[in-house]
């Protein structure tokens, strides 16, 4: 099994690290997606990473799917048996991811556009989103122990990726949030090799 990855990409971070916790052993490929590489596109037409190939050879993609995937091949490690509890934690994990939908958005905006094509407005919509989701998540934070779940991977691979592309933007008012880290790194040390 082999996961195409980058360090940088928030939700290879959440697949790998929950692959780690639920003790699924996968090769992590280091992928550059700009470049193209022929071995992504031939199992990911998107292009993108994550994308998970099974040992016969069969591609999964989104992380979400992958997320599901790691889940049902070890019953169960991930998400919780009971619905309520699961759509909670399938709820914060689309908050999280959808944060870094808009984080994302705004890195490419200035990655792929020339200066004057850069349109500020949809970088500031996207920051608004975000910001929004990082209030609700700074009051709403979810219990952590040590039996951690997906939305627990979801939002430190957050956190990690906003930290790294928008450092000393996001803290203010948000102690919470900012302290919420070195919580997890107690439950799950091999935070620590998921730093860029
Ligand atoms: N919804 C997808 C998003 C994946 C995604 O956008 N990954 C980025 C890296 S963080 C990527 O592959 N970007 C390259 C591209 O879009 O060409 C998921 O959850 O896996």
């Known amino acids: ?48 990473i994550p994308t998970l190939v099974t040992s016969e050879g069969k591609a999964i993609y989104d992380s979400r799917a992958i997320m599901h995937f790691i889940d049902r091949e070890t019953k169960g490690k991930l998400y919780p048996r009971n619905a309520e509890k699961r759509t909670d934690v399938e709820m914060l994990e689309a908050l999280c991811d959808g944060i870094c939908d808009c984080l994302l958005a705004i890195v490419y905006e200035k990655r792929f556009h020339p200066p004057e094509k850069i349109h500020q407005p949809w970088i500031d919509r996207q920051w608004e989103k975000a910001c929004r989701g990082l209030d609700l998540l700074n009051a709403n934070l979810p219990k952590t122990g040590a039996k951690l779940h997906a939305g627990h991977f979801a939002l430190a691979a957050l956190l990690r990726y906003i930290e790294v592309r928008f450092s000393g933007e996001w803290q203010k008012g948000r102690p919470k949030l900012k302290n919420w880290p070195q919580k997890f790194e107690k439950f799950f040390p091999d935070y620590a090799q998921f730093k860029v």
């Open 1 to 48: 099994m082999k996961i195409f990855y980058s360090p940088t990409s928030p939700y290879s971070n959440k697949v790998r690290m929950a692959a780690r916790y639920a003790g699924i052993s996968a090769e992590s490929v280091l992928t550059d997606t700009n470049g193209n590489p022929q071995d992504l596109i031939a199992s990911n037409p998107l292009g993108k």
